[in-house]
């Protein structure tokens, strides 16, 4: 495993709001097996609040797909999943 | 998230001009047969949609009158300044109805057995075999315990009751119907219920539509905000400053401005009560305990600090420089409505959710906003009051030598914590200074905020060092 599982949060001020708050959490909350394997950043507002097709936020991108009703739980399950994948690949 | 919704689309209405089209929401957002997580059906959360919007509008959901009355009618009356009703909080009565009314239940672990130790020392006679099982009446139980502390299989649970549970003053209880009631003679607006109720039933009344109405009309409408906002939002505070007028503030002004001169006065009483021979002195800004005293603490009401509080102090500083002007406190407290309602220097109380959700309808992002605010000196020591333990750091700030007091703090107000204050100036300890805080943590755990307490206290940190 070369490239670490990239999860950007969105801090946007909707997303923010709307849970994503929470999410800040999210790095302490990481498994201990997952830690290494994971890069947690923020960035200002993905915009997709604004596509009508997105979801609902707070949005969390991870290696670049969007997790829309994003919580710790979801995204370790993906971050599992994504690790997963690479692994049989 | 529902709450936040809810005020988001609110305030949409109100900035559309839409609000006769208010009562639309509840249907908007549970449509017809759609699946409900824990209600029964869509009919049900409608109902209690429409209940909360009232709260938001303003009105204590006790006082309904006539059930066909809509939401756009309430929205009117509020537009108007109609008589909201008593109190600040109020129970949505249609939500509040999954609690046990007895706290203790009969588990399916009884066996029945021959000796029934439950049913012989239950004093009120509250127990019945039922199937070859234990029962208990929840009309006649009073909540004793024995029947728990008695039964030799632990078959009998104590379930709490989240609201009563955390009402430090016991101010709620149910009625005969099993639905919760406020006491506004016993309450003190500390907002722990609305936390703890998992079922939203109880909501702080907003004023949220009247500041709409200030923001709107030709007065300077002036936000105040708490210095808890550095653990609120992302962004720099000159980027929350800027995004607070992007949403039609005229000025912001830092509640922690007014934090100073309530440390320095607070200073100055302290050693001054102290010389007096006063054996301590506690805190006043904290409102929920300031009516804690007054309504269930008489014994140490002379021993409260008699400074203005952070909120009036930076009111008094608005309206000096402009009379006409209107002022607005944002913050995390629901206590500090029943303070701003004392004090004539404060038009509005908001919280700090109302912020977020407000900037959600208008669609102000934070980050989005400039950093530049006009501010040579910012109030370093006012800040800290945020958080639990900041008042104390700040007045001692204000000594060379702080040798002389012994503090105490009061992290979180319970049941336990104000029995210790009431025993106080009977108690032979050298504690002569109390910082009382009515929510743990401190202000940034409020029942208003926006933000993750954890995080926020983190970002708090973060904002305090960087300015």
Known sequence: MSKKVQVKICFGTHCYVMGGSHLEMLEESLPAELKDYVEVSGSPCFGHCEEKTAGTPPFVEVNGTIIEKANIELIINYIREVLADGIRE | MIRRELITRLCKAYLDDKLEEIDRIPLIMAPRKSKQESRCCAHKTRAV??????????????????????????????????????????????????????????????????????????????????????????????????????????????????????????????????????????????????????????????????????????????????????????????QMVNAIKALGFDEVLEVASGAELTADHEAAELKEKLDEGNKFMTTSCCPAYVDAVAKHMPEIKDYVSDTPTPMQYTAKMAKEKDPNCETVFIGPCVAKQAEAQRDDAVDYVMTFEELGSFMLAKKVDILECSEEIDMAEFPATGRWFAESGGVTKSVLHRYEDTSFVKNMTINGLDKKQIKLLQRMPKLKVDTNFIEVMACEGGCISGPGIACNPKVAKKLLAANLKSK
């Open chain 2, 49 to 238: 949609l429409k209940y909360r919007m009232m709260a938001l509008l303003g009105f204590n959901v006790a006082d309904e009158v006539d059930e066909l009355t809509p939401l756009s009618t309430y929205a009117g009356y509020a537009l108007r300044k109609k008589n909201k009703g008593e109190g600040f909080l109020t129970v949505v009565d249609e939500a509040c109805y999954a609690c046990n009314k007895a706290n203790y239940v009969v588990s399916n672990l009884c066996r029945g057995c021959v000796a029934r130790p439950c049913k012989m020392n239950c004093p009120k006679d509250a127990i019945e075999f039922v199937n070859g099982q234990a029962k208990i009446d929840p009309e006649k139980c009073v909540n004793c315990g024995i029947c728990k502390n008695e039964c030799p299989y632990h078959a009998i649970i104590y379930v709490p009751i989240p609201c009563e549970e955390v009402c430090p003053v016991n101010a709620i209880s149910k009625d005969e119907d099993g639905v919760e009631h406020i006491d506004n003679d016993k309450c003190i607006n500390c907002g722990k219920c609305m936390i703890a109720c998992p079922f939203g039933a109880i909501m702080a009344k907003s004023q949220i539509v009247n500041i709409l109405q200030s923001i709107n009309s030709n007065k300077k409408t002036v936000a105040m905000v708490a210095p808890s906002i550095l653990g609120q939002f992302k962004g720099s505070f000159g």
